[in-house]
């Protein structure tokens, strides 16, 4: 393998991994923030309890998130120097916000929540871990801002052999942001909420400490269904606007060579053979593209073959088609484990309400258990769905992925990163998944806490110590 | 003063305040291995960090994040041409993060012993191999006319380079071992007190040859003579307090002291730097500045609104942290970590 796929393995990988934690700590730190929000309000110890439970797991994941982070800024320098040269003038930007507006919020914040538990006051303390979820909420705005530049560039002018910033507003209004923000976001939530219902979900079905995780799969049920309703809703806006900004893209997760008819049929599964730029066999329900595509009963799409067609008038000769089978196939592994979440979500929300979380399901509660993989599923798939559909390009139509990697770095170098980073990132996973089982089996106890003898650091000696 | 002139020294104190803050959280992380006497103390060193060392390596990328947006030819000249350099200051950094919140959260001697081992490997290798990049980029790069470098291994590994590495852990090691007393209570501090002294000589070494081998390696003193004599001697100066303020137990001016050696050495770096980032080896022709390297005036514009908004919030309440934790610990206290 040559630098170029090395460079682009790695990035795949390490940012699928990175996107593992991510999430959890987005919607963690949401639920964390309610059960302690509730806490505050009922003045009942049980809450308290339930956020350092769950705040446990919030830590063990946050410490993988914000380490495995950092390699992710360094890697546009590391990896993609030519990328960095031609886009930092726009890209950098949402970049350093993201640490200056959201990392110091989170990780200053966190260390207060952590430690400060006898040092604040309930308000203060409640406050610090809000401004932690906004803080995670807000990081993920700002990484989505410089993404959906790379989808859809606005607000530049090319200029000095670069795209050069004109409009910062611009950045921020970006339409692709306005649909891929709330969705990934929701997806985030999700993905913390269903954590928390399937550990619950586990201890319910062994009839461990039901007056604790109860609520704890009440709370985060709710949640759950929620989000998972908001997902899809967000995710057709998006699908939507990629008809009209990334054709290319769209056609290629619908596996769709030749125009559509009008009305379009949505192809449900298809054998799909890039070679003969044909499918084997297709398996379609009529009018569903056109319904998917602008909300009404007519409409035809654009094939990959007009479209490279166009984008070789445009763009000048090359292969403007993705990997089609991969973005085909992501896209509707994305939409299944979607509609598992709300089915599982509402079946979950109907037991509460009709308060049945005892009985007998263990069936459901085995389901649920399954269910916590499948926001997991959802956002890889939709990630690689929207990073591998918008190939070649890195900036869609003004820069391509071979031209933005670094021109020293050499190959051996790209794969001992590769392989030392993968490896420590499947240690991580590992044990990350090793202190969740564990911790979730221990439960929830609560050690009294001691007294907290204060000292003076400043004092000469230093010996003068006051006991409150 | 124009805009790229504020972003260097914006970019400049993010690194200064990056290896003041993280400096001592390196050097508590390194002192591990040298202070307690049993588990339970170092437990006590481990969390007289928790609340903070997060938020301290935020500096670090906050400044790769200002590096980026505001001089993306240097953030990308550097980034790709210190390659495996970066790539085992990402993998100290990451197993260093990890293993705090880690080590505490299961137990086995193979368990803590492994963690152990990775907060002392990840808090040894960065401030060595960044104090290596440093000095290598202001002893000079092999920088191409397309600012394309290739730093090949005798360009980062050399002996001045190595010795300005030693220097950075060891001025790390005393920031951290005075953070130590300064926030514990009982053996521990006593020991980290103790052990920073014996260290003392060890660093005036050092830190005696840096400026010497610096002063015949690079052009700092050639370019800014009177400043860098001036820092010298205030580095002297609180070289010699720092001992006496040890052997008065004033911890916290001890820590101020090593604090300011830190302050003054990476200062008296961006000082002699300006206004380059990195020298060119090849030709001074070549060098990355604050004109070359920089972002669009209007993107330094949109920037310096952000910084100028952001900012005071984001120091007031990192200090804010810090006085919520001006308590010393001692063994006896409830230990998160």
């Keep these: ?468 | 003063m124009s805009l790229n002139d504020l972003w260097f020294l914006l970019i400049a104190v993010l690194f200064t305040g990056f290896f003041f803050l993280e400096g001592f959280d390196f050097g508590v992380g390194m002192a591990t291995g040298l202070v307690p006497r049993n588990d339970q103390q170092k437990r006590l060193m481990i969390n007289t960090i928790g609340p903070f060392w997060d938020a301290n390596e935020v500096w670090l990328i906050t400044a790769a994040g200002a590096m980026f947006a505001a001089f993306p030819h240097w953030y990308a000249t550097m980034f790709s041409g210190y390659y495996l350099v970066f790539v085992f200051i990402l993998l100290g950094l990451i197993l260093r993060g990890v293993s705090f919140e880690f080590r505490g959260k299961a137990e086995g001697k193979w368990w803590t012993g492994t963690w152990d081992a990775c907060i002392l490997m990840g808090s040894f290798l960065p401030p060595m191999l960044f104090g290596m990049a440093f000095a290598a980029l202001v002893k000079g790069v092999p920088i191409q006319q397309n600012m394309d470098l290739k730093a090949g291994f005798s360009d980062v590994f050399n002996g001045y380079t190595v010795w300005i590495g030693l220097t950075v852990v060891g001025m790390c090691l005393m920031h951290g071992l005075t953070f130590i007393s300064l926030r514990t209570i009982g053996e521990v501090r006593d020991r980290a007190r103790v052990i920073a002294s014996k260290f003392l000589p060890i660093l005036g070494v050092l830190l005696a040859g840096m400026v010497v081998w610096t002063y015949f390696a690079t052009d700092l003193f050639a370019r800014r003579g009177p400043y860098m004599y001036a820092a010298v001697a205030v580095g002297i100066v609180a070289y010699v307090l720092s001992w006496y303020f040890l052997k008065q137990r004033r911890e916290g001016w001890a820590f101020g002291m090593t604090g300011a050696i830190i302050l003054l050495t990476f200062v008296s770096l961006f000082v002699g730097l300006f206004p380059r980032f990195m020298v060119s080896s090849i030709n001074s022709a070549f060098d990355l500045t604050i004109y070359n390297a920089s972002s669009s005036h209007y993107t330094l514009k949109a920037m310096t609104i952000v910084a100028a908004t952001l900012l005071p919030f984001v120091l007031a309440y990192q200090a804010w942290s810090y006085f919520v934790f001006h308590k010393r610990l001692s063994e006896k206290d409830h230990l998160e970590y």
């Design chain 1, 1 to 468: 393998m040559d630098v170029l796929e090395l460079a682009r393995l790695q990035f795949a990988t390490t940012t699928i991994l990175h996107f593992v934690y991510v999430p959890i700590s987005i919607g963690l730190s949401l639920l964390v923030a309610i059960m302690e929000t509730m806490y505050v309000i009922k003045k009942n110890d049980l809450y308290k309890k339930m956020a350092q439970f769950w705040g446990t797991f919030l830590l063990i994941n946050f410490a993988v998130g914000v380490v495995t982070g950092i390699l992710q800024e360094f890697q546009f320098g590391m990896n993609w120097s030519d990328f960095s040269r031609f886009v930092g003038d726009v890209f950098g930007t949402p970049l350093a916000i993201e640490a200056l507006l959201a990392f110091f919020l989170e990780s200053t914040f966190i260390g207060l929540w952590v430690f400060g538990w006898e040092r604040l006051s309930k308000a203060v303390h409640l406050t610090c871990m809000w401004l932690v979820s906004i803080g995670t909420m807000l990081s993920a705005l700002w990484i989505l801002a410089a993404n959906s530049f790379m989808q859809r560039p606005v607000g530049y002018e090319i200029h000095n052999g670069r795209a050069e910033m004109k409009d910062f507003f611009a950045l921020l209004t970006n339409e692709q942001l306005l649909w891929e923000f709330p969705h990934t976001l929701f997806a985030a939530i999700a993905t913390g909420a269903f954590l928390v219902a399937g550990i619950s979900a586990w201890k319910l079905m062994h009839k461990k400490n039901l007056d604790f995780f109860k609520p704890s799969f009440k709370v985060s049920i709710i949640v759950a269904l929620i989000s998972s309703m908001l997902i899809p809703m967000f995710g057709h806006g998006q699908a939507q606007y990629l008809v009209e900004t990334q054709p290319m893209k769209m056609a290629a997760s619908e596996g769709l060579w030749e125009n559509s008819s009008d009305p379009a049929p949505w192809t449900v599964i298809a054998g799909i053979d890039p070679e003969k730029k044909e499918n084997s066999f297709e398996f379609k329900v009529p009018y569903a593209l056109s319904l998917l595509s602008y909300n009404k009963l007519s409409g035809a799409v654009l094939g990959m073959n007009e479209l490279q067609a166009q984008y070789e008038k445009a763009y000048g000769p090359g292969n403007y088609i993705p990997p089609v089978r991969t973005t085909f196939w992501s896209f509707r592994i994305m939409i299944a484990a979607g509609c598992a979440m709300i089915v599982l979500a509402l079946y979950g929300a109907y037991l509460t309400f009709r308060k049945k979380l005892e009985g007998s399901h263990r069936w459901f509660f085995r389901l649920m258990m399954l269910g916590i993989s499948l926001p997991f599923i959802g956002n890889t798939a939709g990630w690689i769905m929207t990073e591998v559909g918008r190939q070649p390009w890195t900036v869609f139509g003004l820069l391509q992925t071979k031209d933005s990697v670094s021109p020293t770095v050499v190959a051996g170098e790209v794969l001992f990163s590769l392989i030392s980073f993968t490896a420590l990132y499947l240690i991580l996973t590992g044990v990350l998944a090793f202190l969740f089982v564990r911790t979730a089996r221990k439960g929830p106890d609560i050690e009294p806490h001691q007294e907290t003898v204060i000292h003076d650091p400043f004092a000469q000696g230093g010996d003068t110590n006051v006991v409150k």
